[in-house]
T-cell receptor, first 116, second 111 residues
Framework: KAGVTQTPRYLIKTRGQQVTLSCSPISGHRSVSWYQQTPGQGLQFLFEYFSETQRNKGNFPGRFSGRQFSNSRSEMNVSTLELGDSALYLC???????????????FGPGTRLTVT | EDKVVQSPLSLVVHEGDTVTLNCSYEVTNFRSLLWYKQEKKAPTFLFMLTSSGIEKKSGRLSSILDKKELFSILNITATQTGDSAVYLCALYNNAGNMLTFGGGTRLMVKP
């Protein structure tokens, strides 16, 4: 089974621009979550999508948005980029509930965004 | 707000040493506690703990959860240089759609 893929892997943008990151989950996984990782704040939850619906959202400004398509692929968009948005953006793909009663969650390799 | 605190922040040991990493939390209700290992890339899954007092083992790594005292530990015995990484602890909310991470423990194993 192929793992979680994220594109692009690296990105350099300037302040004020916008950016779109893409995530393709593991085949059969319908839940996709996004996380931001910075040296200062660690790993923080952005939002989660399941069957094209946003089910949960973290404490981030409205400049951060996302969506999920019918094939479960997800995109996140950051508008009006700020220097502080420089981070590793990780996507996680989650399985359905297993017979043991837990979820399996796997992370993609991440997109490293640098804002100058 | 849910809070997950890991200690120590960083640790330097020599190959062969045993280490214990701590994760404490201030969450009243959660589905499970997870441990991840992160090298220079995405976190890789180590353990998922849902029940108190039941140790999970994988080779030289083991972990246990204490829901009464609100903490978990990750033990690594006979450490190797390949164990050098950041170890992350995270709580899965009841809905299973959000992980709250601790700040991580950076482990360096010297030859």
């Amino acid at each position: 089974k192929a793992g979680v893929t994220q594109t692009p892997r690296y990105l350099i943008k300037t302040r004020g621009q916008q950016v779109t990151l893409s995530c393709s989950p593991i085949s059969g996984h319908r839940s996709v979550s996004w996380y931001q990782q910075t040296p200062g704040q660690g790993l923080q939850f952005l939002f989660e999508y399941f069957s094209e619906t946003q089910r949960n959202k973290g404490n981030f400004p409205g400049r951060f948005s996302g969506r999920q398509f019918s094939n479960s692929r997800s995109e996140m968009n950051v508008s009006t980029l700020e220097l502080g948005d420089s981070a590793l953006y990780l996507c996680a793909s989650r399985s359905a509930l297993t017979t043991s009663g837990y979820y399996e969650q796997y992370f993609g390799p991440g997109t490293r965004l640098t804002v100058t | 707000e849910d809070k997950v605190v890991q200690s120590p922040l960083s640790l330097v040991v020599h190959e062969g040493d045993t280490v214990t990493l701590n994760c404490s939390y201030e969450v009243t209700n959660f589905r499970s506690l997870l441990w991840y290992k992160q090298e220079k890339k995405a976190p890789t899954f180590l353990f998922m703990l849902t029940s108190s007092g039941i140790e999970k083992k994988s080779g030289r790594l083991s972990s246990i959860l204490d829901k009464k005292e609100l903490f978990s530990i990750l033990n690594i015995t006979a450490t190797q240089t390949g164990d050098s990484a950041v170890y992350l602890c995270a709580l899965y909310n009841n809905a299973g759609n959000m992980l709250t991470f601790g700040g991580g423990t950076r482990l360096m194993v010297k030859p």
